[in-house]
């Protein structure tokens, strides 16, 4: 069922995780799937049951944020009247947003709040991250005195990702949307570290989308503080000076780290014990951030 297609909309895009459907000139259904990218490359094992992890605790985020900024879910339509098969509707309804066409920025919103990945490597190598100097001394999995917000180019499906600095921004977007994107997604993330320190997790750095309407309106869309966008750790297993246990992916990305390959396509078969503890680490990361706290 992973490889499932809607037959009657056209796939207009495919991304590393994502399917995009046309509904109509106004609507997109976007599919999770179990595709796993990592190192921006797609490897050839799904994890199950991911697509659905991430659409679901999108969805909670996006109805727990919208009050700092509108996003691109909506209501005008429903997932039965596009899908009549009643076993198709079974496998896409909880991998499934339908949400409205928007113009995408060119630029992925990074938050980071802690040291570490390539803001550790930069750091390492400069004293600075995207252009940002920090405190000398800092260690690995440092706290930053206060989040930093460090965009990126947004890559093909095959490329990698670029850092850029603030500035950069001001030149893709303009003053005045460069400076609401930072503040947006600094606010956003504030609030999901709020939400999840209650629940005994860290959420180290995080990355946002945005789009536009046609009046210019701005919207987060895509994937909000997920383990595939963002890296949560357990707030009773943090120490200064390694890398925390994850909730995330970074748990398959050590794994690969240990490998004889060269991080490009095609991507190494993954153990079947690897799949099991990356599904596990993705639920748990779902059931944590949803849990209710007394």
Same mark, same amino acid.
């Given at each position: 069922?992973n490889n499932q297609?809607?037959q009657?909309?056209e796939?207009?895009?495919?991304g590393? &995780?994502?399917?995009?459907?046309a509904?109509n000139e =106004?609507?997109?259904?976007? &599919?999770?799937? +179990?595709?796993?990218?990592a190192?921006?490359?797609?490897?050839?094992?799904?994890?199950?049951?991911?697509?659905?992890?991430?659409t679901?605790?999108?969805?909670?985020?996006? =109805?727990q944020?919208q009050?700092?900024?509108?996003n691109?879910?909506?209501?005008?339509?429903s997932l039965e009247?596009?899908?009549? =098969?009643q076993?198709?509707?079974?496998?896409?309804?909880?991998r499934?947003?339908?949400?409205?066409?928007?113009?995408?920025l060119?630029?992925?919103a990074?938050v980071?709040g802690?040291?570490?990945?390539s803001?550790?490597?930069?750091?390492?190598?400069?004293g !600075? &991250?995207?252009?940002?100097?920090?405190?000398? /001394?800092?260690?690995?999995?440092?706290?930053?005195?206060?989040p930093i917000?460090t965009?990126?180019?947004?890559?093909e499906?095959g490329?990698h990702?670029?850092?850029?600095?603030y500035?950069e921004t001001v030149?893709?977007l303009?003053? +005045?949307?460069?400076?609401?994107?930072r503040?947006i997604?600094? +606010?956003?993330y504030n609030?999901?570290?709020?939400?999840?320190?209650e629940?005994?997790?860290?959420?180290a750095?995080?990355?946002?989308?945005?789009?536009?309407?046609? @009046?210019?309106n701005?919207?987060?869309?895509?994937e909000?503080?997920t383990?595939?966008? #963002?890296?949560?750790w357990?707030r009773?297993d943090? /120490?200064?000076?390694?890398?925390?246990? #994850?909730?995330?992916?970074?748990?398959?990305? =050590?794994?690969?780290?240990?490998l @004889?390959w /060269?991080?490009s !396509?095609p991507?190494?078969?993954?153990?079947?014990?690897?799949?099991? /503890?990356?599904?596990a680490?993705?639920r748990n990361?779902y059931?944590?951030?949803?849990?209710?706290?007394s």
């Amino acid at each position: 069922m992973n490889n499932q297609k809607i037959q009657n909309l056209e796939l207009i895009a495919q991304g590393k &995780v994502r399917d995009i459907y046309a509904i109509n000139e =106004d609507y997109l259904l976007i &599919v999770t799937t +179990d595709r796993m990218s990592a190192f921006d490359v797609v490897l050839p094992n799904p994890i199950p049951g991911k697509g659905e992890v991430l659409t679901q605790l999108s969805k909670f985020w996006f =109805d727990q944020t919208q009050e700092i900024v509108p996003n691109h879910l909506t209501n005008d339509v429903s997932l039965e009247e596009i899908i009549s =098969d009643q076993e198709q509707l079974a496998y896409f309804k909880n991998r499934s947003m339908i949400v409205k066409r928007l113009n995408p920025l060119p630029i992925e919103a990074v938050v980071r709040g802690y040291l570490i990945g390539s803001g550790w490597k930069d750091y390492q190598a400069t004293g !600075t &991250v995207c252009g940002i100097e920090l405190d000398k /001394n800092l260690q690995m999995a440092s706290q930053l005195a206060e989040p930093i917000y460090t965009p990126a180019t947004k890559a093909e499906v095959g490329e990698h990702d670029e850092n850029i600095t603030y500035e950069e921004t001001v030149k893709l977007l303009g003053e +005045d949307l460069a400076s609401r994107v930072r503040n947006i997604s600094i +606010d956003i993330y504030n609030f999901g570290v709020s939400h999840a320190s209650e629940r005994g997790i860290i959420i180290a750095d995080t990355k946002f989308e945005f789009g536009l309407d046609g @009046d210019g309106n701005l919207f987060l869309i895509d994937e909000v503080l997920t383990p595939d966008s #963002s890296r949560f750790w357990s707030r009773d297993d943090y /120490n200064i000076g390694v890398s925390p246990p #994850s909730f995330d992916k970074q748990y398959l990305r =050590d794994y690969l780290e240990t490998l @004889d390959w /060269n991080k490009s !396509t095609p991507g190494p078969e993954l153990p079947q014990d690897v799949i099991e /503890n990356t599904t596990a680490k993705y639920r748990n990361a779902y059931q944590a951030i949803i849990a209710e706290t007394s």
